[in-house]
């Protein structure tokens, strides 16, 4: 409950800037349609590698940045430098919401020897205010795809602000933990740790992290991912 607290007053400020930040709304609405019209995920090179695939929205596609920018890129190189032998699938989408992740997770994990799942949906729920029970039953059908055919998941938990409310700040705030206790999988509690209220790693909307905040995301990520990599 004490991570839960201190971390919401970042996350707080973080999701409080797109209230100001009309420019940034509509980059993330031009990046999306542009996205709409490429293929969900990255063409990969074929291959007999055990895959890890970065399932989200525009935290994980890399919004504002380049291919090389991003977190599934970035993980792929801690992951070479390591010696672990994984490809990694950036399966994200700017602007998707829980319920767009499950229209599309059965083609995903569909994929030849995915092993592992990033799961990162929600923050859109919260900004368009979905009721965080519907939030929570698409991510609980997701998880449920996932290991129906044997993949991992690392659950990355997001927090909402006061400003939504005491109810829905909680509801929602828990609805991740409660996942991940649920299902018994791996739990990232803050994708933003480190990241969240620091000018100096955002980009100009005060939203998606620039190339030094990937970096931290990323390292959040991996401390979690190493574990079940071991595995």
């Known amino acids: 409950m004490s991570y839960i607290i ?8 973080t999701f409080l800037a797109i209230g100001f930040s009309g420019c940034g709304a509509a980059a993330e609405k031009k ?6 019209a490429k293929p969900l995920i990255t063409p990969q090179i074929v291959s007999n590698k055990p895959k890890i695939v ?17 977190y599934p890129y970035l993980l792929q190189q801690r992951l070479n430098a390591d010696g672990y ?8 989408v700017s602007g998707e919401t829980s319920l767009g992740g499950l229209e599309r997770i059965d083609w995903v994990i569909e994929q030849e020897n995915v092993k592992i799942l990033i799961l990162e949906l929600g923050a859109n729920d919260l900004l368009r205010g979905v009721p965080v029970r519907r939030m929570k039953d698409n991510l609980d059908r997701i998880i449920k795809k996932a290991k129906a055919k044997k993949v991992t998941v690392l659950l990355c938990g997001m ?7 005491s109810d829905y700040q909680r509801d929602y705030s828990n609805a991740f933990p409660d996942l ?17 209220l620091k000018k100096e790693l955002n980009q100009a909307d005060g939203i998606h992290p620039n190339l030094q905040g990937t970096k ?6 991996y401390k979690e991912l190493k574990p079940l990599i071991a595995q």
């Open 6 to 13: 201190r971390v919401t007053a970042l996350v707080s400020f």
């Open 31 to 36: 990046q999306s349609a542009a996205q709409a």
């Open 54 to 70: 970065a399932f989200g929205d525009s935290l994980t596609a890399g919004f504002g940045l380049t291919e090389r920018e991003s």
């Open 85 to 92: 032998n994984y490809e990694v699938v950036n399966a994200g």
């Open 159 to 165: 927090l909402a602000p006061p400003t939504m409310g």
């Open 180 to 196: 991940a206790d649920e299902h018994d999988i791996a739990y990232l509690p803050f994708l933003l740790e480190g990241v969240a």
């Open 216 to 221: 931290v995301m990323t390292a959040n990520i």
